[in-house]
Structure formats: C-alpha cells, structure tokens
C-alpha cells in the first residue's frame, strides 16, 4: 500500500444500497489510514452508483467536484405519494396512474431551468435547522426553493402494477437537482402522486459507474497492497485548461503569491501543473495568475 502521505486524488466507488455516504468515507479511511477523507456530493442510503471519495488534499476540491453535471438512472413510482418523496415512505396510495401515453407526454415539462422545491427530508439547512432533523421531530420547516437545471429525461422502460405505474428514466441534470423532487411533482402535476422508487448515479464529477469500484474490491485491493492504484488523479477530474509552472514559479503559486505569466493567453480559472503533478487552482487574468485553491505538488496528482 502506497503511504499515507503519497495519497491524493479520487476513488470511483460504488456505492451500494443500504449505507450512509458518510458510511463510505469511513470504510476509506479505514483501508487507508488517513483522516483526511471526504466525498463529492451526497448518496441517500436508498440510492447506489458513482460516489466520488475524495483522499487527501483532494478534500479541498470538493466544490469544484460536486458542481459538475450529474446523471442518474431512476425508477419514478406513479400513484403512491411518500412523506420522505423516496420508497422509506410512509406510503400513501393516491389515485391510479392515467395510461403510460399521457404519463410520459408530460415528462418533457420537467426538463428545462426552474425552481424546485427541495424534500422535506433533506439535509438542506434553514434558519440554522437541518430539515430532515425537524421532520422527523415533527416540526418541518419549508426550504426556499432553488433553480436547477435538467438537461434531458429519457424513457428507459415502464412497469404497471396493482395501483401504481413505474417509470424508469435516464435522467441528465445539473448539480443541486432533487430527484425525489421531480419524482414528486411529477405525481402532483399528473393528480395521482408519485415518489422516487429507487436511485441509481451512473457519472458524476466526469465518473461513471462502469468504472466504479464496488466496496469489496476495495477491501480486496487494500488487503493485497494495492489500494493506491484505485486512487484516480485529481487533476483530469477538474475539467479546467492547463497551466504549467517552473520550479521557481511553483514555489511562490504554493506559498500563495500571485505569479506573472508572460505571453500566456486566456482568463479565468486554470487548474495548475508542475513536475511534481497539480499545485492547485488558479484564477488567470491581465497575465497575471493568482492561487485559489493550493496544494502542495505531488505525484499522485
């Protein structure tokens, strides 16, 4: 196993049904040894896919991972309306579904920017309290809606039972996107109820769960000594234009001094390189670049 202080960088992990996100950071900092260890963007326990563990420094680069494009692969159960908005319910039938036809004619007008209201059940804060701590005392609190951005709904397939009627979607999003809030509105608009059956994130932070490792593989990996060849780069993940520096000119970007780039063209957030692999992020303007988020470089970057 690679040392503790060599690890940096993201492990595609696979997250199961059943455990917490934070259930998963555990296990990774178990197998590596670090306490340094944080996620991209959280799963519920009811959902499975691509969770982005991030190891080492890469914690610093959680919000430039969770803000990226997401997809998911989820079933939308029509005619049962749930307290949670997912099957942990309490259920509730409503009324029965109105034929496949005009069920998916209507799943267009959830694609678009619009504001959306999040779950009841949700870890959002508002004045200071988490909802889904205050729901479950009894006492919900309303948050504020917030806009989002769903790029496509597709239809993967559907399902009809005694009451209910699945849709299975291919679901394209921006990050910040509720999938159990578009499963519930979309009950409500149809006037039969609706919740997130089940959950499956197939990319995020540019993974996908083709690529995921499953938990125990990891376990495996780690017992074999092999841990740190699960440990993706960070720098690929960022999606941002290059930038590379000299020895010198590492050595001020890392301290946090600004670093004059002569000839250089472009503006805007650079993610930047030397020898020893990323130093961080880099806010480019006028040909002058200035640190924002650093690291010290290393070879697993």
Request: proline share 7%; glycine share 12%.
């Amino acid at each position: 196993m690679s040392s503790p202080a060599a690890m940096l960088g993201v492990v595609n992990l696979d997250k199961p049904v059943g455990p917490t996100s934070h259930d998963m950071v555990d296990l990774v900092r178990r197998l590596t040894g670090m306490r340094r260890i944080g996620h991209a963007g959280t799963l519920d326990p009811l959902a499975s896919g691509v969770l982005p563990i991030l190891v080492g420094a890469a914690t610093r680069f959680s919000d430039d991972l969770t803000g990226g494009p997401k997809r998911y692969d989820a079933v939308i159960r029509l005619g049962i309306r749930s307290a949670t908005d997912d099957a942990q319910g309490p259920l509730e039938p409503v009324a029965p579904p109105p034929d496949l036809a005009t069920a998916t004619a209507d799943l267009a007008s959830f694609v678009g920017t619009f504001e959306q209201r999040p779950p009841a059940f949700s870890a959002r804060k508002t004045g200071g309290v988490i909802a889904h701590r205050a729901a479950r005392a009894g006492h919900p609190v309303e948050a504020p809606p917030r806009t989002v951005t769903v790029e496509s709904i597709d239809l993967l397939g559907s399902e009809r039972g005694d009451g209910w009627l699945d849709l299975r979607c291919d679901i394209r999003c921006g990050p910040g996107t509720y999938i159990r809030s578009i499963a519930r509105d979309f009950g409500d608009r149809l006037a039969c109820g609706g919740h997130l059956h089940a959950l499956r994130r197939t990319e995020a932070a540019g993974l996908r769960v083709n690529d995921a490792i499953a938990p125990d593989l990891l376990e495996k990996l780690a017992v074999a000594g092999r841990l740190g060849g699960a440990i993706l780069p960070l720098g690929p993940l960022l999606h941002l234009p290059e930038l590379r520096l000299d020895v010198e000119a590492a050595g001020r970007f890392v301290h946090g001094s600004a670093v004059q780039m002569r000839g250089t063209t472009g503006e805007g957030r650079h993610a930047v390189f030397a020898d020893g692999g990323l130093l961080g992020i880099g806010m480019l303007r006028d040909g002058l670049l200035e640190p924002r988020t650093v690291i010290e470089a290393t070879g697993a970057a």
